[in-house]
Every structure is written in structure tokens, then in C-alpha cells.
């Protein structure tokens, strides 16, 4: 298995995935809404924070090569077509602190919304 270290610089996002932002259609963020859809594919996400932390890693980049999880198909929105959504292990050291989490990207060839 693959590993690298990437610096990144935190950015806002649109606090739609939490429910922060305020849209309509999700109040309680899409996270919440997709969470049955990953579950009933064999991911939990009981024990993450229904969020996300935006990282800049620019000037790198990443390619695709085995996620972790990948659900193909997910009809989670009245407002949008159905989604792909990739997922990846991570660690985050942030403040001499470490952090298991999970990357969770949706797919961008599926992603109408916003990208």
C-alpha cells in the first residue's frame, strides 16, 4: 500500500455537507441524508463528525487508484441526480496532534450540484 505525506492549508467550504451552511434542501447536511445510503453498503460513519475539512494541497495532486469504499449510484437527493462517492483512509497531524479519519469525495463526473 501507497503512502504520502502532503502538507495542505484548511479551507472554508460551504458548510452544506454539515448542515452549517444554512441550504435549504439539506438542513441537516448531506452527510446526515447519505449516511443510511453508506451504511446499508457497509460503511458506518457513526463515529466520524457528519462534516468535512476542506484541504488545499495544491501545488499536488492525487489520482484515483483503490479507494477504500466506493458506492456507485446513490440516489440520496430529491434535488439531484444520483452520485458516486470514493472514500480513503487518512491521517491528519495537525498541532502535534493525529487524526484517523476517512477522505470522502464524490465523484466529480456525477456531481452536478457544485464542485
Known amino acids: 500500500m501507497e503512502y504520502a505525506l502532503v502538507r495542505g492549508e484548511i479551507k472554508s467550504g460551504h458548510g452544506v455537507a454539515s448542515g452549517k451552511g444554512k441550504d435549504e434542501r439539506y438542513p441537516e447536511g448531506t452527510l446526515k441524508q447519505q449516511f443510511e445510503h453508506f451504511l446499508e453498503r457497509g ?3 457513526s463515529n466520524y463528525f457528519m462534516g468535512t475539512i476542506n484541504l488545499d ?15 456507485k449510484n446513490i440516489d ?3 434535488y439531484i441526480p444520483p452520485e458516486n462517492f470514493y472514500f480513503f483512509d487518512v491521517t491528519l ?7 484517523k479519519g476517512l ?4 465523484d466529480s463526473e456525477t456531481k452536478e450540484d457544485h464542485f
Not at 57 to 71: A, D, L, Q, R
Not at 94 to 99: N, P, R
Not at 103 to 106: G, I, K, L, N, R
Request: charged share 30%; aromatic share 28%.
Open 103 to 106: 477522505v470522502y469525495m464524490p
Open 57 to 71: 494541497i495544491s501545488p499536488c495532486s492525487y489520482e484515483i487508484k483503490k479507494p477504500k469504499y466506493f458506492f
Open 76 to 78: 440520496w437527493s430529491d
Open 93 to 99: 497531524y495537525y498541532k502535534d496532534e493525529t487524526y
Open 43 to 45: 460503511l458506518d460513519l
